[in-house]
């Protein structure tokens, strides 16, 4: 996304877990704290959860417990409500 393109904002912590999790990806703290450096996941899936109704699935998994969050397979992008910074993905069109 180009400068001029963002008409709200750069991306932010909500931005990339979005496009994320559309993009099919399984996400942990530690994906977050290594590619956006942010340290603020369960809060960002935790509005998406209950601000947008997102269909996010999580399980903690592996040796040091970790949890991990997913979009529900089939989700439609089309009909989720996004935050003000991600609603570039919005037009994006399809499904997850």
Not at 27 to 56: C, M, N, Y
Not at 82 to 93: I, K, Q
């Amino acid at each position: 996304m180009s400068k001029e393109d963002r008409f709200y904002s750069s991306p932010t912590q909500r931005f990339w877990v979005c496009h994320n999790l559309l993009a099919g990806r399984v996400l942990s703290t530690q994906d977050e704290i290594s590619e956006a450096k942010g340290w603020r996941l369960a809060a960002v899936i935790h509005a998406l959860k209950q601000e947008f109704d997102w269909p996010i699935h999580s399980e903690y998994r592996g040796r040091d417990n970790i949890k991990h969050y997913w979009l529900a397979p089939g989700t439609d992008r089309t009909r989720l409500k996004f935050p003000r910074s991600a609603m570039a993905l919005a037009t994006e069109g399809g499904e997850a």
